[in-house]
Nanobody, 115 residues
Framework: QVQLVESGGGLVQAGGSLRLSCTAS????????MGWYRQAPGKQRELVAA???????NYAESVKGRFTLSRDNAKNTVYLQMNSLKTEDTAVYYC?????????WGQGTQVTVSS
């Protein structure tokens, strides 16, 4: 089992920045990838960014150049630095980890970007 604890959401004005953190515990060994998804009201959950244990990253087109995902393997933690935030980035952000092909999810953290 893997438990994911998220932090860092909140309210920010458009153009501002936020940093999300997600720490894995329980059985964090053999985690293949970690990352973030988001779900806005009335929309499906979508990938924001993910990083493999080898350090390869994948970003949604809508966040490329604005968001940066990094990983501290020693702390089993990933960080999502979000810059130049837009109102359309408003959503609940969920941390995700994949271990032995099984996905795990955090409880979600709200990010609200005001105009």
């Amino acid at each position: 089992q893997v438990q994911l604890v998220e932090s860092g959401g909140g309210l920010v004005q458009a153009g501002g920045s936020l940093r999300l953190s997600c720490t894995a515990s329980g059985s964090p060994f053999s985690i293949n990838s970690m990352g973030w998804y988001r779900q806005a009201p009335g929309k499906q959950r979508e990938l924001v960014a993910a990083i493999t244990s080898g350090g390869n990253t994948n970003y949604a087109e809508s966040v490329k150049g604005r968001f940066t995902l990094s990983r501290d393997n020693a702390k089993n933690t990933v960080y999502l630095q979000m810059n130049s935030l837009k109102t359309e980035d408003t959503a609940v952000y969920y941390c995700n980890a994949v271990r032995v092909l099984r996905p795990y999810w955090g409880q979600g953290t709200q990010v609200t970007v005001s105009s």
